[in-house]
């Protein structure tokens, strides 16, 4: 379970005082310490990695995979760290938090974010999904390989899904993949992965 620490604090504080060592999350005002994730979920971000960046690469975009870039909504004091975030480095001169809290906030900067489910699940079915929504983020991945999710997300019986969020005429709409369905990325066309490899990244990082 994600621990939150009680103190409401604005945006600009919890910049100031986030650390460099652990990861942490702003929710409306609360800093909340993130989960140590395990390793499988590591070697799912591992993977996704390294085929998306296969894949920005061969289309020669001016994309890129950062490590501690934050992703902060424009109307509430919340800023994320997601598990995978893709930026489009041509628009950060745009950017009024890029230089000096190295945080987005517009939908030109993050053409597909990829939270990866753990303990904490309800936030990025719930939160994130709204706050990421907001945004105005093109494509949202939600990669569920434990079927942690409540059963109205990823049906019943539960079984590791993927779903995709894309937004079409500002909110979002679904479409999920299992198995060994090929997934489909408005953002990415020609990627060509199954749910199942994405999954079985947990034990062979080079499927």
């Known amino acids: 379970m994600t621990q939150p620490l009680r103190k409401l604090v604005t945006f600009e504080e919890f910049a100031k005082w986030k650390p460099e060592d652990g990861r942490y999350e702003l929710h409306d005002g609360v800093i909340v310490k993130m989960p140590q994730p395990l390793g499988e979920h590591e ?4 993977f996704l990695v390294e ?8 289309l020669n975009l001016a994309y890129g995979i950062p490590k501690t870039v934050l992703v902060k909504p424009p109307e509430n004091e919340s800023a994320y760290s997601p598990d995978v975030l893709i930026l489009n480095r041509s628009n950060l001169v745009n950017e009024p938090l890029w230089k000096k809290e190295s945080t987005v906030i517009q939908a030109a900067s993050i053409p597909l974010v990829v939270e990866v489910v753990s303990t904490n699940w309800r936030d990025d079915y719930y939160k994130k999904l709204a706050d990421y929504e907001q945004i105005g983020i093109p494509e949202y991945w939600i990669i569920d390989y434990l079927a942690l999710g409540a059963r109205k997300f990823i049906g019943n019986p539960k079984q590791p899904t993927i779903s995709i969020y894309n937004l079409v005429e500002g909110e979002y709409q679904v479409n999920q993949f299992r198995g060994d369905e090929r997934i489909q990325s408005l953002t990415f066309s020609e990627l060509n992965l199954t749910a199942q490899q994405i999954f079985e990244a947990t034990t062979s990082p080079y499927a």
């Open 43 to 46: 070697e799912i971000i591992l």
């Open 51 to 58: 085929k998306l960046t296969l894949e920005y690469s061969r």
